[in-house]
């Protein structure tokens, strides 16, 4: 799922770049400057905009990251704790971090 997402990030980044580029050259020929300074102005703006979507990828990396081990990680422990139960072994108590996102099972389980 994660690696997923991410795919869906980098690729939605790598369209807005291109659509960037698109759009700024079909556009230099409305203002008023010569084809010469429209291409140098392109080729000063690719840097920075490529920097910000790195920047953008990284934090919606972070993030995803953050929201699935907020998800996946209480979900597994649950997991391990109804295979013990079902095994018949003596399964400890089930602890879930304060801000989990499915702290709530907790009751259920617990």
Known sequence: MIL????????????????????VRKYASLLPITPEVGN???AKSVFPVIIIVIILFILSFWAV?????????????????????IGGEKAGNLKFRKD??????KNILG
């Open 4 to 23: 997923s997402v991410m795919g869906l990030i980098a690729g939605v980044a790598g369209a807005l770049v291109v659509l960037t580029f698109v759009v």
């Open 40 to 42: 140098q102005l392109i």
């Open 100 to 105: 989990d996102a499915v702290s709530e099972l």
């Open 65 to 85: 990251l953050l929201i699935s081990h907020k998800i996946y990680g209480p979900l597994y422990r649950c997991g391990k704790y109804i295979e013990q139960l």
